[in-house]
């Protein structure tokens, strides 16, 4: 690693409180180890003064570069932005409330130096509620059956890449991008490095349900045809259903002389397939938003100030 510099992003939102110790925690390590560093801190539309601390810490380590985005676009996007404008050799992406503590990242580097493209952290074990290990959980394993590309399981955003890596990821400009997917899917050689996932430092997450419901829904429709194709399934076994209770219903009238009676089981049917019809409208509808928000050609992200960017 020596004579390579370094990048570090961290996306912040509402982040003022603890924006000191995470600063604090990465410049022990660019002393420990003599980097080279660049520390790209994101804004993402947070609600407090973190920008006002991003611009203060900005002159006490010249090394940091602070981007404030003009509304809050998403992790995900504040991720990107750091992608778009890092311009080191090693690239590092962790969070600002040191779950991913600093310290882990030497460790990692050194798969780089081995010659691995891309070293990500895989979750041993979470400090979170119950509530949440098991949505996470259930996410990575639903999303490594359905997807087209070979997802790590149990892994985050946490990792540290290549600039080679991070030049082909920017070549995918995907308008709801969830980027672990999009690395496992640029390929070269990757490993997963194991680590026990710390608890928050203070506050709390802002990955609300919602944020984290739209993130699951952009990584399977993203990197998974099956849902559409389900649809399908569905439309056949409908039918097959309706030609076997249509048999039943005949045979009843001709052959045994018994009179169909089934208002209930009409309206039964009714509301199942009604229902079935709106769901496979909504699965259609994810794919056509997705093709819309890609053919309509926005920006992905609104700088609304810098601090140390040319």
């Given at each position: 690693m020596l004579g390579r510099k370094i990048s570090i992003i961290v996306p912040i939102y509402n982040s003022a409180e603890f924006m000191n110790a995470l600063t604090d925690a990465i410049e022990a390590e660019r002393i420990k180890n003599d980097w080279n560093l660049e520390l790209?801190?994101?804004?993402?539309?947070?609600?407090?003064?973190?920008?006002?601390?991003?611009?203060?810490?900005?002159?006490?380590?010249?090394?940091?570069?602070?981007?404030?985005?003009s509304r809050n676009f998403g992790h995900q996007i504040a991720v990107k932005t750091g992608l778009s404008h890092c311009t080191g050799d090693y690239i590092a992406i962790i969070d600002d409330d040191l779950q991913d503590p600093p310290a882990l990242l030497p460790g990692f580097f050194k798969y780089l130096d081995a010659g691995y493209e891309v070293a990500y952290g895989v979750r041993k074990k979470r400090k979170e509620s119950f509530f949440k290990r098991l949505s996470y959980?259930?996410?990575?394993?639903?999303?490594?059956?359905?997807?087209?590309?070979?997802?790590p399981?149990?892994?985050?955003?946490?990792?540290?890449?290549?600039?080679?890596?991070?030049?082909?990821?920017?070549?995918?400009?995907?308008?709801?991008?969830?980027?672990?997917?999009?690395?496992?899917?640029?390929?070269?050689?990757?490993?997963?490095?194991?680590?026990?996932?710390?608890?928050?430092?203070?506050?709390?997450?802002?990955?609300?349900?919602?944020?984290?419901?739209?993130?699951?829904?952009?990584?399977?429709f993203s990197f998974s045809s099956v849902?559409?194709?389900?649809?399908t399934l569905s439309g056949f076994l409908g039918l097959v259903f309706a030609l076997l209770y249509s048999v039943y219903i005949l045979y009843g009238a001709i052959v045994t002389g018994i009179e169909a009676k089934g208002f209930a089981?009409?309206?039964?049917?009714?509301?199942?397939?009604?229902?079935?019809?709106?769901?496979?409208?909504?699965?259609?509808?994810?794919?056509?938003?997705?093709i819309y928000d890609e053919v309509r050609n926005r920006p992905f992200v609104?700088?609304?100030?810098?601090?140390?960017?040319e």
């Open positions: 790209l801190l994101i804004d993402d539309g947070s609600r407090d003064n973190s920008y006002s601390k991003i611009k203060e810490l900005a002159l006490r380590f010249p090394y940091i570069k602070g981007f404030k985005l959980d259930a996410f990575y394993r639903l999303l490594k059956q359905l997807s087209n590309t070979d997802i399981l149990d892994s985050g955003d946490f990792c540290v890449m290549t600039r080679k890596v991070v030049q082909n990821m920017l070549k995918l400009q995907e308008k709801n991008p969830f980027l672990r997917g999009i690395r496992a899917w640029v390929g070269f050689k990757q490993i997963g490095v194991t680590y026990e996932r710390q608890a928050r430092i203070a506050g709390e997450s802002g990955y609300t349900l919602k944020k984290l419901f739209k993130i699951a829904l952009d990584g399977i849902p559409i194709r389900l649809i089981s009409l309206v039964i049917l009714i509301s199942f397939f009604s229902s079935l019809m709106l769901i496979c409208i909504g699965i259609i509808g994810e794919y056509v938003v997705r609104v700088i609304d100030e810098t601090v140390n960017v």
